[in-house]
C-alpha cells in the first residue's frame, strides 16, 4: 500500500489568529502532498516499496543507495508533517500537566524555561529544519535537525536520536505568509495551538 498523505485532523482555518488558514492550505495541501507523491514515485518498484514510513526512516542505511538521498528527503517530509500537524490543535495551548509536565520541570527547571530552551534551539536553526523535544533513556532533551532531518535517522545521520514527542516546523514555509521574516514571533504564537494532551500520551509509550 502506497504511503498516504494523512488528513488534518481539523478544518485548514481552525488554528488561526496562530497560523493563518493559508498557509495551511499550501503547507498540507500542497508541500506536504508533494512529499508524499514523491516519496511514492522513488520507492515504486524498490525492495523498499510497502515499508513503514518509521523503517524508511530507521533503516536508511538498508535504502537502496540510488534514492537512499530521495528516501531520506521525501520521507522525512512526509513523516515530519505527520507528526507536525498531529501535535496542534484548535484547543491546544497553555501548559502540560502531570507526569509530563513533571518531567518538563525535572529536565528543564521550568515550563518557561522549557519553552526558552526550545525557542532558541528554534531560532539558532539556520535555514530550514526542525526543533524537538525528545525522549531518551527516560530523560527529555531538546534538539533540532537541518531539512527533513529527523531523530529516528539516528545520530550518524541526523546528528539526534530518540523518540519525538514535539516538533516545530521551522521551514520559511510554515511561517512567511503571516510571519514573513519574524519566526520568533511565529514561535511565540505556535505555543498557542500545541497539543499537549497528545504530546503527554507520545510521552507515556
Do not use: C
Not at 58 to 72: C, F, M, N, Y
Not at 181 to 188: F, L, M, S, W
Amino acid at each position: 500500500m502506497p504511503i498516504q498523505h494523512v488528513k488534518l485532523a481539523y478544518d485548514t482555518k481552525a488554528l488561526e489568529p496562530h497560523v493563518d488558514g493559508r498557509t495551511m492550505e499550501i503547507h498540507h495541501g500542497k508541500h506536504h502532498a508533494t512529499y508524499v507523491t514523491n516519496l511514492n514515485n522513488f520507492i515504486a518498484g524498490k525492495p523498499v516499496e510497502g515499508w513503514s514510513l518509521e523503517d524508511l526512516m530507521s533503516k536508511l542505511a538498508q535504502v537502496p543507495e540510488d534514492i537512499r538521498t530521495a528516501v531520506r528527503n521525501n520521507g522525512g517530509g512526509v513523516i515530519n508533517h505527520n507528526w507536525f500537524f498531529e501535535m496542534m490543535s484548535p484547543k491546544g495551548g497553555g501548559e502540560p500537566t502531570g507526569a509530563l509536565a513533571d518531567a518538563i520541570k525535572r529536565d528543564f527547571g521550568s515550563f518557561a524555561d522549557f519553552k526558552a530552551k526550545f525557542k532558541d534551539a528554534s531560532l539558532k536553526r539556520f535555514g530550514s529544519g526542525w526543533a524537538w523535544l525528545l525522549k531518551k533513556d527516560g530523560k527529555l532533551l531538546i534538539a533540532s535537525t537541518p531539512n527533513q532531518d529527523n531523530p529516528l535517522m539516528g545520530e550518524a545521520i541526523s546528528g539526534v536520536s530518540g523518540s519525538p514527542l514535539l516538533t516545530l516546523d521551522v521551514w520559511e514555509h510554515a511561517y512567511y505568509l503571516n510571519y514573513q521574516n519574524r519566526r520568533a514571533d511565529y514561535v511565540d504564537a505556535w505555543w498557542n495551538v500545541v497539543d499537549w494532551s497528545h504530546v503527554a500520551e507520545r510521552f507515556k509509550g
